[in-house]
């Protein structure tokens, strides 16, 4: 009886020294590099939120993201993960994390599902890892009914869709694909779901796949390669009849030593002693490009931001990240106007628009909170790319997000 006695004390008294730690911790940041995410920041009291409960749930989220040395601590929990192994020569294994990317909201939306439970997987393969897509069908239906709906109320601006497969799909001669939902069924059923005749859907596919033992994805990183990107961009020129930019036209340059978000989620040691290079291809013409916050003044950046390859996340190199609305001028005079409404994929590949726009406008739903309508009627843009990966059909997370900024009607019966 006195052991257990001693064992309540001891970890009571452990709960009130960790408790203190928490207090006396004057080191806590905004922004996990293991999770590649923004955390919580700390909830203003107030009689409504206290009343309705709110502001605890809000301050259990916000102790959970800044508790005493949190990164180490995730880190320990990842090592210590079981993972579990598959039969294979490749000594495969598959790792099971929550907070998918595609779901990371960057900003507070109270009127979106804070119940849903996003689970990502990632195959690890040698030395690379890799997302596993788990398709649902009324996420990929809600997604096309979503951008159909636009495309209606937009006319006449012509819509495209670009839905982008990822490498497990290719890799090793499609070796891993049954761990996955078949992507290529899943772009299928999306563009079937499409209005014919108001969305063109894109077929990056093919071109990926003809091109999938070249380096077009990361080994470490769930994001394709600018070289990856550079294909699909062949495929949107395609689409329209149009001559591509030969991709010997480019200058390069190169940032070494990238560790990215599949290392982040899984710490692998097969992956972290293989790091990536991220190649990017420098623009062709001059531009302005200035990124728009809400409540303040437009901020003049380059397409290539350089300082990220000196950073965790070199993927930022393009575009700076992920931003809530931009605007690119070239000297093209040709009048077309081409809106980008995308994910984290779309940054890689803007920049090989320049050749062929007089403006390019970027957008990011999880973070915009414009007026896409007035976006477009007052800029007088002709022409509108929803460009995303194929994982955005893995639960309704990223399709409601668009669908709040299209102002598509949930409620209806």
């Known amino acids: 009886m006195k052991k257990d006695y001693l064992n309540i004390a001891l970890f009571v008294l452990f709960l009130f020294v960790l408790g203190l730690l928490n207090l006396a911790d004057n080191n806590k940041v905004s922004f996990s590099e293991l999770e590649n995410r923004a955390l919580k920041e700390k909830p203003v009291m107030s009689l409504a939120t206290l009343m309705s409960g709110e502001y605890f749930r809000e301050f259990e989220d916000y102790f959970a993201d800044n508790f005493f040395e949190r990164e180490h601590m995730v880190a320990l929990s990842r090592k210590f993960t079981k993972w579990r192994g598959l039969p294979t020569e490749d000594e495969a294994t598959i790792v099971t994390h929550h907070g998918a990317n595609v779901y990371q909201q960057q900003t507070?939306?109270?009127?979106?599902?804070?119940?849903?439970?996003?689970?990502?997987?990632?195959?690890?393969?040698?030395?690379?890892?890799?997302?596993?897509?788990?398709?649902?069908?009324?996420?990929g239906a809600l997604y096309a009914e979503i951008i159909s709906e636009f495309a209606a109320r937009v006319k006449p601006v012509r819509v495209y869709s670009m839905l982008v497969p990822t490498q497990i799909e290719f890799y090793n001669g499609g070796k891993y694909r049954k761990l996955s939902s078949v992507q290529l069924e899943t772009i299928r059923q999306v563009n079937n779901?499409?209005?014919?005749?108001?969305?063109?859907?894109?077929?990056?596919?093919?071109?990926?796949?003809?091109?999938?033992?070249?380096?077009?994805?990361?080994?470490?990183?769930?994001?394709?390669?600018?070289?990856?990107?550079?294909?699909?961009?062949?495929?949107?020129?395609?689409?329209?009849?149009?001559?591509?930019?030969?991709?010997?036209?480019?200058?390069?340059?190169?940032?070494?030593?990238?560790?990215?978000?599949?290392?982040?989620?899984?710490?692998?040691?097969?992956?972290?002693?293989?790091?990536?290079?991220?190649?990017?291809?420098?623009?062709?013409?001059?531009?302005?490009?200035?990124?728009?916050?809400?409540?303040?003044?437009?901020v003049e950046q380059k397409l290539l931001e350089l300082r990220y390859a000196e950073q965790a996340n070199k993927y930022g190199i393009f575009l700076g990240g992920d931003n809530p609305w931009a605007r690119i001028s070239t000297g093209n005079m040709n009048n077309k106007k081409i809106?980008?409404?995308?994910?984290?994929?779309?940054?890689?590949?803007?920049?090989?628009?320049?050749?062929?726009?007089?403006?390019?406008?970027?957008?990011d739903p999880r973070m915009f909170k414009g007026n896409v309508y007035a976006l477009i009627q007052k800029n007088g843009i002709s022409e509108v790319l929803f460009l995303n990966y194929v994982l955005i059909t893995d639960n309704k997370g990223f399709p409601e997000l668009l669908g709040k900024i299209l102002e598509y009607e949930f409620d209806r019966k």
Not at 113 to 133: F, S
Not at 339 to 345: A, N, R, T, W
């Open 339 to 363: 809106l980008v409404i995308k994910d984290s994929y779309g940054n890689a590949f803007v920049s090989f628009l320049l050749p062929h726009y007089q403006e390019i406008y970027v957008l």
């Open 108 to 139: 507070k939306d109270d009127d979106l599902d804070k119940d849903l439970q996003v689970t990502g997987r990632v195959l690890v393969v040698q030395d690379r890892g890799m997302e596993i897509h788990t398709y649902d069908p009324e996420a």
């Open 193 to 298: 779901y499409f209005i014919r005749g108001l969305v063109q859907p894109v077929n990056v596919y093919d071109n990926l796949r003809v091109h999938c033992e070249e380096y077009i994805y990361f080994r470490t990183d769930h994001h394709w390669t600018a070289l990856g990107a550079y294909y699909a961009y062949t495929a949107f020129m395609e689409t329209q009849g149009l001559e591509p930019v030969p991709l010997g036209d480019y200058q390069t340059g190169q940032a070494d030593g990238f560790l990215g978000s599949t290392y982040n989620t899984t710490l692998s040691d097969k992956l972290k002693e293989n790091p990536d290079q991220v190649v990017y291809y420098k623009p062709l013409l001059p531009y302005e490009y200035q990124v728009f916050y809400e409540g303040s003044q437009p």
